[in-house]
């Protein structure tokens, strides 16, 4: 230790400074590369799963519409309702319109409601 000179310890400390400052450069040209690469990727699967999200939208509503329009229809040929199934049915209505569904289901719905039969 008696031998160490100041020199030395400039020069170790310049070397660590170096090295860091390096490594550093390295890391971050590294993440700019690797942003470069992955976003087109990102992109693509944001795409996907926007697709993918209309399209289970889409087949959502088309069900529900079926199932609406054998309710209504039920309803309008006499049969019986339980509460449960009415219940049922209004909470469908309410996410067909959430989904965007608006036809002929809509207006025998209201129609139905101003009859009292739902």
Do not use: C, H
């Not at 040929?77 to 289901?105: H, M, P, V, W």
Request: aromatic share 8%.
């Amino acid at each position: 230790m008696e031998n160490i000179t100041l020199g030395q310890i400039l020069t170790v400390i310049t070397f660590l400074i170096t090295m860091i400052g390096g490594i550093t450069t390295i890391v971050t040209l590294s993440r700019r590369f690797i942003k470069k690469i992955l976003n087109p990727l990102n992109e693509r699967i944001n795409e996907f799963q926007n697709a993918a999200s209309e399209s289970r939208n889409n087949i959502e509503l088309e069900l529900i519409k079926v199932i609406l329009a054998n309710f209504t229809n039920d309803v309008e040929q006499g049969t019986l309702k339980s509460q449960i199934q009415k219940q049922n049915a209004y909470e469908l209505y309410d996410r067909y319109l959430a989904l965007g569904g608006n036809s002929y289901i809509q207006e025998k719905w209201k129609k139905l409601q101003k009859d009292g039969k739902i």
